[in-house]
Structures are given as structure tokens and as C-alpha cells.
């Protein structure tokens, strides 16, 4: 099982090289993380993008194009469905986002031609090293899905897990966040969290072992779990915490990102193949995480 990042690159490095297609690669933060990503062995890639302006870039940054397929495109919506196109087409394993708006390339991703639809709800799965925690946090979902009702929660759920067992991480328990506890027929959210637990526990939801309604505390510490005196498997070691919305989650990945010592990657699930879509902010680690990530779950689709 991966405890850390450290882990994470070695499985990654251990799998079939992958390969990420880049959609309008002209963007010098995600070009240095695709060549280190090269260069430990965990992905090739190919670049699809402004062939003038990618080379410009690969010189300042001394990366060697010869080594890469560069597919030559100036307009980023049409750089964008090539991206795809290559990824659908089984050209390249998973395709990331570089210097094009977020809403352009998920309309690639999506399109109905050459996308990576699957009738699957999509999601945004961050996976967290933390310091202190002597394992992965994965975190969901932070960034694509707004109010989920139960039905979108039980998919975002499975995505979530499907994530964890590339990751390593045979039975990952999930611990369905409240603000509370207890269920409070007030709480929404704290319903949805217990249906989700008797679903687990009923077969519904399979690969993982889930409660809720659990608070943030006696999800990650044992120690809180148990002056509450809370018990169970998942109590104060879950490795899946599974937010009541965009809000919440969002700013827990960003208190954790800003405010604590963390390494984190991400991406978008539910698709036919892994979604890399890094923002501009996001650290030069995290891109390289976040590809290492996206290969261990196109490796675990084969």
C-alpha cells in the first residue's frame, strides 16, 4: 500500500509506460512537469499545441522535442479535441490540461464525437500526503461537482475508490464527512452519510468499507474518535473523506494545500480515461503528482 508520494512514483515508474496527451502544450510550468515526468520513467507524452511556441519553451527549459511526438495545432479548441481525439482513439492513456481555459477543454472532454464520456458521473479525486498522518488522504470533491444529492454521492463514492486501488490501497475506508456525528434530521447531509454507510454495509457499494455521518476529527484521529467514543473501522482511519459539497471541500483542499506541510495530485474520474486538469496555481510537484496519478489509474483500467 502507498503510504506517501514517494511510494506513489515508484508504482507509478513500476507500471507499462503510459502516455499523456497534452492538450495546447505551450505552457512552460506543465512542459517541465511532463519532462520530469519522462525522465523518471512514469509517462511519454505527446504535445499538441503551437509547434513554435512549444519549441520556444522546450529550449528554455532544455527539453530535447526530438524525444517527443509534437502534433502541430495553433488554435486551442482544436488543439483541445486532438488531445482527446488521441486518447480515444487509444493513441495516449490520459490527457491533461495546459494553456487553454478549463471550460474549452472539458467541452473536448466531453464532446460527443471524440470525448471520454461513459454515462458515469465525472468527479475530482485530490490525493493528500500529510504531515503527521502516516497515510494518503484522498479528498472529494474539491472542484467539480457543486451540491451532490445522494445518488451523484454514491457515484463520486465509487470513483473515489477506484482511485485508492490504483493507488495500492486494496480496502480503502471512507468516512463520509458532517459537521456532525450523529444524524440530525435538520442536516441533510447527515442522512445522506448514513445511507451511504447501510448501502456499504447491504452490498450497495462495493470494494470499500464506508460510515458516516463522521466529523472531520474522528474521520483522521483515533485519539478524537475515542474520547467521543466512537468505534468502528473506519473511525479515526479512513482514507477517503467523502465532503457534503464543492464548498466545504474546496476550501479543505486549499487550508491543506496553503496552510500545512502537504504534497497532494489530482484528477478527474468517471471518464474513459484519467483527466489532468491542474490549475495555473497549482505547484510544479503537483503537476508531476498528478500525472503519476493518472497513469496508476489508466494502468489499472488495462
Known amino acids: 500500500m502507498s503510504k506517501n508520494f514517494d511510494d506513489l512514483l515508484l508504482k507509478a515508474n513500476s507500471c507499462s509506460n503510459k502516455k499523456v496527451a497534452v492538450a495546447v502544450a505551450q505552457?512552460?510550468?506543465?512542459?517541465?512537469?511532463?519532462?520530469?515526468?519522462?525522465?523518471?520513467g512514469i509517462a511519454d507524452a505527446i504535445l499538441v499545441g503551437d509547434k513554435v511556441k512549444i519549441k520556444k519553451i522546450a529550449d528554455k527549459i532544455g527539453m530535447d522535442l526530438?524525444?517527443?511526438?509534437?502534433?502541430?495545432?495553433?488554435?486551442?479548441?482544436?488543439a483541445s479535441l486532438e488531445a482527446v481525439r488521441l486518447v480515444s482513439t487509444g493513441k495516449a492513456d490520459m490527457v491533461m490540461k495546459g494553456l487553454v481555459d478549463t471550460a474549452t477543454f472539458l467541452r473536448s472532454v466531453l464532446?460527443?464525437?471524440?470525448?471520454?464520456?461513459?454515462?458515469?458521473l465525472m468527479s475530482h479525486v485530490s490525493v493528500f500526503e500529510i504531515e503527521g498522518i502516516d497515510r494518503l488522504i484522498l479528498l472529494t470533491d474539491a472542484a467539480f461537482n457543486t451540491y451532490p444529492d445522494?445518488?451523484?454521492?454514491?457515484?463520486?463514492?465509487?470513483?473515489?475508490?477506484?482511485?485508492?486501488?490504483?493507488?495500492?490501497?486494496?480496502?480503502p475506508?471512507?468516512?463520509?464527512?458532517?459537521a456532525v456525528e450523529v444524524v440530525n434530521p435538520d442536516m441533510p447531509a447527515t442522512i445522506d452519510a448514513s445511507l451511504l454507510a447501510k448501502?456499504?454495509?447491504?452490498g450497495q457499494i462495493k470494494g470499500c468499507l464506508v460510515d458516516g455521518p463522521l466529523a472531520l476529527d474522528n474521520a483522521l484521529s483515533e485519539e478524537a474518535a475515542y474520547h467521543k467514543g466512537i468505534t468502528g473501522e473506519?473511525?479515526?482511519?479512513?482514507?477517503?473523506?467523502?465532503?457534503?459539497?464543492?464548498?466545504?471541500?474546496n476550501v479543505m483542499y486549499k487550508t491543506l494545500t496553503y496552510t500545512a506541510k502537504?504534497?497532494?495530485?489530482?484528477?478527474?474520474?468517471?471518464?474513459s480515461a484519467p483527466v489532468i486538469l491542474t490549475s495555473r496555481a497549482d505547484k510544479f510537484e503537483t503537476k508531476v503528482n498528478s500525472i503519476a496519478l493518472a497513469a496508476l489509474v489508466a494502468d489499472a483500467k488495462k
Open 111 to 120: 464532446n460527443k464525437e471524440v470525448g471520454l464520456r461513459t454515462g458515469k
Open 27 to 40: 505552457d512552460e510550468p506543465v512542459l517541465e512537469a511532463i519532462k520530469l515526468a519522462k525522465e523518471k
Open 199 to 202: 448501502m456499504n454495509d447491504r
Open 66 to 78: 526530438s524525444e517527443y511526438e509534437v502534433v502541430n495545432e495553433v488554435n486551442t479548441t482544436k
Open 234 to 249: 473506519v473511525a479515526g482511519k479512513a482514507d477517503i473523506i467523502l465532503l457534503p459539497n464543492i464548498e466545504t471541500a
Open 262 to 271: 502537504t504534497k497532494n495530485g489530482g484528477l478527474l474520474v468517471g471518464t
Open 173 to 178: 475506508k471512507v468516512a463520509a464527512v458532517c
Open 150 to 171: 445522494l445518488k451523484a454521492k454514491v457515484q463520486i463514492l465509487n470513483n473515489s475508490v477506484d482511485v485508492a486501488h490504483a493507488c495500492g490501497i486494496e480496502v
